[in-house]
């Protein structure tokens, strides 16, 4: 069975600043794939970034990045430079090659301060 | 078109309506998912259609009916509902995973219903 775990039920920083969302995951899979999603007020699931397991190389999409520890199970979300558009529920999620499901975790609900 | 629809954007029904929530999309995917979501809470998966046939039910009531007449739509007919579930449905499609590098899922803005 596959878990995902978000430790980080809110999060606020400043307008401009760096902000890190945590994310660890258990899975006996060798073949998987980890997901950012960002749901803003308005609803919508917008994928943010997204990683393969067989890749070491980093994710990076402009001001989102992750750091993925695959020895550790840790998926982290960067975003630099935040903005007041950044402001949202960030769910991370783990796909395993072959199966259609996702496995979500609990979310950080992230808030841009002006 | 890089998107799924979702219509209505809000139902509000009675215990004892029938109704139906509608999703389509024309990315060519073939894989089509129905989600509940309840608030500051991640999506709950419900159901899978796959090559529009149906490959996963999670133990959803049978107040909760899905259908896929084609590979570009996807219904979840509404029958006897309860008030608990008062949600947000969301639609989500992806590629066909057999021979893809990855199962992403792109979802749809969602109908939040309401049942009275």
């Known amino acids: 069975a596959q878990t995902v775990t978000q430790s980080q039920p809110e999060m606020s920083v400043q307008e401009a600043e760096t902000v890190t969302l945590s994310c660890t995951y258990d899975t006996s899979e060798s073949n998987y794939y980890l997901f950012w999603y960002k749901q803003p007020p308005s609803r919508q699931m917008i994928l943010v970034i997204r990683?393969?397991?067989?890749?070491?190389q980093n994710a990076t999409e402009n001001r989102f990045s992750v750091n993925f520890q695959k020895a550790a199970k840790s998926f982290s979300l960067k975003i630099s430079d935040s903005q007041l558009g950044d402001t949202a529920m960030y769910f991370c999620?783990?796909?395993?090659?072959?199966?259609?499901?996702?496995?979500f975790g609990q979310g950080t609900r992230l808030t841009i301060n002006p | 078109d890089t998107e799924v629809t979702q219509t209505p954007k809000h139902l509000v029904m009675g215990m004892t309506n029938k109704k139906s929530l509608k999703c389509e999309q024309h990315m060519g995917h073939r894989a089509m998912y129905w989600y509940k979501q309840k608030a500051k809470k991640p999506p709950e998966l419900m159901f899978v259609y796959s090559y529009e046939k149906l490959s996963i039910n999670e133990s959803v009531p049978s107040r909760f009916s899905p259908e896929c007449p084609n590979s570009s739509l996807l219904n979840l007919h509404l029958h006897a509902l309860q008030p608990e579930d008062s949600a947000l449905y969301l639609c989500?499609?992806?590629?066909?995973?057999?021979?893809?590098?990855?199962?992403?899922?792109?979802f749809g803005p969602g109908t939040r219903l309401t049942v009275l």
């Open positions: 989500a499609s992806s590629p066909p995973f057999p021979g893809t590098s990855y199962n992403e899922q792109f």
């Open positions: 999620a783990l796909g395993v090659q072959g199966a259609q499901k996702l496995v």
């Open positions: 990683q393969e397991a067989y890749k070491q």
